[in-house]
């Protein structure tokens, strides 16, 4: 039998801020990209005390990519330099289009830090094909009700953008690509099509068999194409992403939070945030400095 993984990626640990642990799993030395998908973060889960800080994520600066928000628990307060502010809440997706500059930040809401709380949740981006890569700067909301969901194998699923299994997100997005949430219960089985070019599975909480191999948190599987597959949720059950699409046209220079075909026009990226061009973030007066290095 063929190995349904080509490649196993694991997530490696860092700090977006003071007590705030991040899984980044892409790009990876191993794998840059899956389909568009070229940055995956994995944050929590975890309990943030009474008074805590939560996310505290300065306005900065992206070019060239689409990020995309989605929470098992929690909630984040976005602002962004087209005025967008918007809370985000389980289920719902911030999908924020760059393409030729924005600023946005987020941040943990007052009162759950007053209240204390738990936090979960994934951040990705995606880049933009070379036709949208200066397309205008958007920001859409898709509250959770809007998204297609259903029942599959004994597990919930709701597609978060782009089409899988003859669904379709209302989600903008500009290239193939599917993005799904999945949560099953112990022995869930869910059969993952191989409708689309490039695809992986990532395992946000709890194990699942593929194969004969156990994927557990922080593994990022990425599947030989063309192949249908199964997945079986552990004892405990899984918090699951399906991602993928299909492979974007070219490779991608990334710096910091930009990206992009051409490394001159990120060389040009740096140098108009460094220099005060980018918009500010209305109500948020303060910004991350560009990095050194």
């Known amino acids: 039998m063929v190995d349904p993984i080509e490649l196993l990626v694991q997530g490696r640990a860092h700090e977006l801020g003071p007590g705030f642990p991040v899984r980044r799993v892409l790009p990876s030395v191993k794998r840059r990209m899956v389909g568009p998908f070229i940055f995956l973060d ?5 309990t943030v005390a009474p008074g805590g800080d ?15 928000t989605y929470l098992f628990e929690g909630g984040i307060f976005h602002r962004d330099s087209l005025g967008y502010a918007q809370a985000i809440r389980p289920g ?4 924020m289009t760059a393409g ?3 600023a946005h930040s987020e941040r943990t809401e007052p009162e759950m830090r007053r209240t204390g709380f738990r936090m979960h ?36 699923l709701r597609l978060i953008v782009g089409t899988y299994g003859g669904r379709t997100a209302p989600t903008t997005h500009f290239s ?4 799904v949430a999945v949560e099953a219960p112990a022995a869930a089985k869910l059969a993952i099509p191989a409708e689309h070019a490039e695809r992986a599975i990532y395992v946000a909480d709890g194990a699942a068999a593929l194969g004969d191999r156990l994927l557990t948190v922080g593994d990022l599987a990425v599947l030989q194409a063309g192949q249908p597959v199964e997945i079986l949720a552990g004892a405990d059950g899984a918090k699951l992403m399906l991602l993928g699409g299909a492979p974007i046209d070219g490779p991608r220079h990334i710096w910091w939070n930009f990206v992009s075909s051409d490394q001159a026009r990120i060389d040009r990226a740096k140098a108009d945030w460094r220099d005060g061009r980018f918009a500010r973030v209305p109500g948020d007066p303060e ?3 560009l990095p050194e290095r």
Request: aromatic fraction near 12%; proline fraction near 13%.
């Open 42 to 46: 994995h944050f929590g889960p975890m």
């Open 54 to 68: 939560g996310m505290e994520v300065r306005p900065h600066p992206h070019i060239g990519l689409a990020t995309v």
């Open 92 to 95: 719902d997706v911030n999908w």
């Open 100 to 102: 030729s500059g924005i």
């Open 121 to 156: 949740g994934i951040q990705t981006w995606v880049a933009l094909p070379r036709s949208h890569e200066e397309t205008a700067p958007s920001f859409e909301h898709v509250e959770a009700p809007r998204l297609p969901a259903w029942q599959e194998g004994g597990a919930a």
């Open 176 to 179: 193939p690509i599917f993005y």
């Open 287 to 289: 910004f991350i400095p």
